[in-house]
């Protein structure tokens, strides 16, 4: 047979996806490798679901998206964040972040197009980037500084190829939030080398110290930045499979371009539980993020009384400790845990090299699950 | 205060340390705001919500519940309110609410068979002075109290490890 795409061939599998399969064959495990809710989708928005469904709203929708669910994204984006997409043609609805960040980048990016990714970052950054034909471009954060991105460093990585930086804030993996300034910074950057921004939100609503920055609402920004958002963590639909894009107009309609021909539209039964979920369910996601960070109190305090260090995430619903003390890199610790004391935990590593040292710890998850969490993992480092 | 107490009435087992935690505030603060809610009785009681379908025993030993609708005479100068706190004195009844509509009070009664609910509304509630009529309405089933619900407990169905 003739080989097979080159780009694909070469992306490794997700370094997740190991740890998976050994968790999943094991009984009494308490996963902390969960990146998604414990919740379930709020009962209103399921029930909005099920009355679609009754009511036949099985069809398509425009590719951009049902016009009340873009209106609901764009105003609450303004009152929020005071950042202004036209829900007309600067807006689209997406099957999750996951189809926003791809088409971004292929609208993007040229064969060849270098894209600079803040790591450690989400597993798919890199490989969406290579996947649209770019070159990922790493720059390292320093967990020293709560990883938070240090424009200098971004522009040392900067070269005549550079077409855009994609970054996440709040992040999945390290719980960072970008400072305000940084964010600035990076605008600055941005406007000097004529640069695209990508702005992956999708945790936006997770934030419990200060408020969300929209990198889109930042002064100048808003004409080269893509905001990615969706309803997978704040309202619990992970499965629902649906994001947005706010774009720049050119950028915008490139988007619906590529949606039309791929997926045509996102799911109308999910477009309209969407819309109850924004219209109706304030105070269900209000009270999901009081309970996560709850939790993360909880969680991070249990986390140093083992004696690891762990910086206070500020947002998402991740704890991000380091694991130099146990003389062990990421990997090894993760395993061994698993191992030992049935705990499953991601390897920083994962994430990017400025991962290792570090393990991923969702603490979405009953809080009876992670004080026993906490016990294993502190008799584990015991053991060592 | 309010963030403590509303954290107790979902999880009376949360110990002020976490509680403590969980809010960012001193322990001691924590302790001393509970113990003026016991104090003052805002907290009345600490107390497990049971789904008695769930417990393996002899389905004829169980509770029955009856919620009773109860219409009064109200009398000058104290309205219902001697009367519901009388019928609200009786063991067999779990709560009183003077409520809208066509009854004035409805009232939870719990008795060990029907006959013995049955009998306390003919023999005590319904003699009370001023009360005019009942109506009692059995529970056959229950699905959800105190914000319970009692359906069966749906599994995780997350994957355990995803990115």
């Given at each position: 047979?003739?080989p097979?795409n080159?780009?694909i061939?070469?992306?490794?599998?997700?370094?997740?996806?190991r740890?998976f399969d050994?968790?999943?064959?094991m009984d009494?495990?308490?996963?902390l490798g969960?990146?998604e809710?414990?919740?379930v989708t709020?009962?209103?928005v399921?029930?909005?679901g099920?009355?679609?469904?009754?009511?036949g709203?099985?069809?398509y929708?425009?590719?951009?998206?049902l016009p009340?669910?873009r209106?609901?994204?764009?105003?609450?984006l303004?009152q929020?964040y005071g950042?202004?997409?036209s829900?007309q043609?600067?807006?689209?609805?997406?099957?999750?972040?996951?189809?926003?960040l791809?088409l971004?980048?292929?609208v993007l990016?040229?064969?060849?197009?270098e894209v600079?990714?803040?790591e450690p970052c989400?597993?798919a950054?890199e490989?969406?980037?290579?996947f649209?034909g770019?070159t990922?471009v790493r720059?390292a954060?320093?967990?020293?500084d709560g990883?938070?991105i240090?424009?200098?460093?971004?522009e040392?990585?900067?070269t005549?190829?550079t077409?855009?930086?994609?970054?996440?804030?709040?992040?999945?993996p390290?719980g960072a939030v970008?400072p305000?300034e940084?964010?600035e910074?990076?605008v600055?950057?941005?406007e000097?080398?004529d640069l695209?921004?990508?702005s992956?939100?999708?945790y936006?609503?997770l934030?419990?110290?200060?408020?969300?920055t929209?990198l889109?609402?930042?002064?100048?920004?808003?004409?080269?930045?893509?905001v990615?958002?969706g309803f997978?963590?704040?309202?619990?639909?992970?499965?629902?499979r649906?994001?947005w894009?706010?774009?720049?107009q050119?950028?915008?309609e490139?988007?619906?371009?590529?949606h039309q021909?791929?997926?045509l539209?996102?799911?109308?039964?999910?477009q309209?539980?969407?819309?109850?979920?924004?219209?109706?369910a304030?105070?269900?996601?209000t009270?999901?993020?009081?309970?996560y960070?709850?939790r993360?109190?909880?969680f991070?305090?249990?986390?140093r009384?083992t004696?690891?260090?762990?910086?206070?995430?500020?947002?998402?619903?991740y704890?991000f400790?380091?694991?130099?003390s146990?003389?062990?890199?990421?990997e090894?610790?993760?395993?061994?845990l698993?191992?030992?004391e049935?705990v499953?935990?991601v390897?920083?590593?994962?994430?990017?090299?400025?991962?290792?040292g570090?393990?991923?710890c969702?603490y979405?998850t009953?809080?009876p699950?992670?004080?026993e969490?906490l016990?294993?993992?502190?008799?584990?480092?015991?053991?060592? | 205060?309010?963030?403590i107490?509303e954290?107790l009435e979902r999880?009376?087992q949360l110990s002020p340390?976490t509680?403590?935690?969980m809010l960012?505030?001193?322990?001691?603060?924590?302790?001393a705001?509970?113990?003026?809610?016991?104090a003052s009785g805002?907290?009345?009681r600490?107390r497990?919500?049971?789904d008695?379908d769930?417990?393996?025993?002899?389905?004829?030993?169980?509770e029955?519940?009856?919620?009773?609708d109860v219409?009064?005479?109200?009398?000058?100068g104290?309205?219902?309110d001697d009367?519901?706190?009388?019928?609200?004195?009786?063991e067999?009844?779990r709560?009183?609410?003077?409520v809208?509509g066509?009854?004035?009070l409805r009232a939870t009664?719990t008795?060990r068979s029907?006959?013995?609910?049955s009998?306390?509304?003919s023999?005590?509630?319904s003699?009370?002075d001023?009360v005019?009529s009942?109506?009692t309405?059995?529970?056959?089933?229950t699905y959800?109290?105190?914000?319970?619900?009692?359906?069966p407990i749906?599994?995780?169905?997350?994957?355990?490890v995803?990115?």
């Amino acid at each position: 047979m003739r080989p097979l795409n080159d780009v694909i061939s070469a992306c490794p599998p997700s370094g997740i996806r190991r740890f998976f399969d050994i968790a999943s064959e094991m009984d009494d495990v308490i996963s902390l490798g969960v990146g998604e809710p414990d919740f379930v989708t709020p009962w209103r928005v399921r029930e909005a679901g099920i009355y679609a469904l009754e009511h036949g709203y099985t069809t398509y929708t425009s590719n951009a998206g049902l016009p009340e669910l873009r209106q609901l994204i764009c105003e609450g984006l303004k009152q929020r964040y005071g950042a202004d997409y036209s829900w007309q043609d600067e807006c689209l609805i997406t099957t999750g972040v996951s189809e926003g960040l791809d088409l971004t980048l292929r609208v993007l990016l040229n064969p060849g197009d270098e894209v600079i990714v803040p790591e450690p970052c989400y597993v798919a950054y890199e490989p969406c980037v290579a996947f649209a034909g770019g070159t990922p471009v790493r720059v390292a954060t320093r967990w020293e500084d709560g990883f938070a991105i240090d424009p200098a460093a971004i522009e040392g990585a900067i070269t005549p190829r550079t077409k855009a930086v994609l970054l996440g804030s709040p992040a999945n993996p390290t719980g960072a939030v970008q400072p305000r300034e940084a964010l600035e910074g990076l605008v600055r950057l941005a406007e000097e080398h004529d640069l695209y921004l990508v702005s992956d939100e999708i945790y936006d609503r997770l934030t419990y110290v200060g408020t969300h920055t929209c990198l889109g609402a930042l002064p100048g920004a808003r004409e080269r930045t893509v905001v990615l958002g969706g309803f997978s963590k704040a309202q619990a639909m992970t499965g629902w499979r649906v994001g947005w894009i706010c774009a720049p107009q050119p950028v915008a309609e490139l988007a619906v371009r590529v949606h039309q021909y791929t997926m045509l539209c996102a799911p109308h039964i999910s477009q309209l539980a969407a819309v109850e979920a924004l219209a109706h369910a304030d105070d269900e996601v209000t009270a999901m993020v009081a309970d996560y960070d709850r939790r993360r109190r909880v969680f991070v305090k249990g986390l140093r009384e083992t004696g690891l260090e762990c910086p206070e995430p500020q947002g998402a619903f991740y704890a991000f400790p380091s694991i130099r003390s146990s003389g062990l890199d990421s990997e090894t610790f993760a395993e061994k845990l698993l191992h030992a004391e049935h705990v499953a935990v991601v390897p920083g590593s994962v994430f990017g090299p400025s991962g290792e040292g570090h393990v991923r710890c969702s603490y979405a998850t009953a809080l009876p699950l992670l004080e026993e969490a906490l016990v294993r993992i502190d008799r584990f480092l015991r053991s060592l | 205060m309010r963030q403590i107490l509303e954290l107790l009435e979902r999880d009376a087992q949360l110990s002020p340390d976490t509680i403590a935690t969980m809010l960012d505030k001193p322990v001691e603060e924590v302790r001393a705001a509970i113990a003026n809610a016991e104090a003052s009785g805002a907290i009345r009681r600490y107390r497990a919500v049971i789904d008695w379908d769930k417990v393996d025993e002899d389905p004829t030993s169980e509770e029955v519940t009856a919620f009773i609708d109860v219409s009064l005479t109200p009398a000058r100068g104290v309205g219902f309110d001697d009367v519901a706190e009388r019928i609200a004195r009786f063991e067999e009844v779990r709560s009183v609410y003077l409520v809208s509509g066509t009854q004035d009070l409805r009232a939870t009664v719990t008795g060990r068979s029907i006959r013995a609910v049955s009998d306390f509304v003919s023999q005590k509630l319904s003699t009370i002075d001023r009360v005019r009529s009942t109506a009692t309405h059995f529970v056959l089933r229950t699905y959800k109290r105190d914000g319970v619900a009692f359906t069966p407990i749906e599994p995780d169905h997350r994957l355990r490890v995803t990115p």
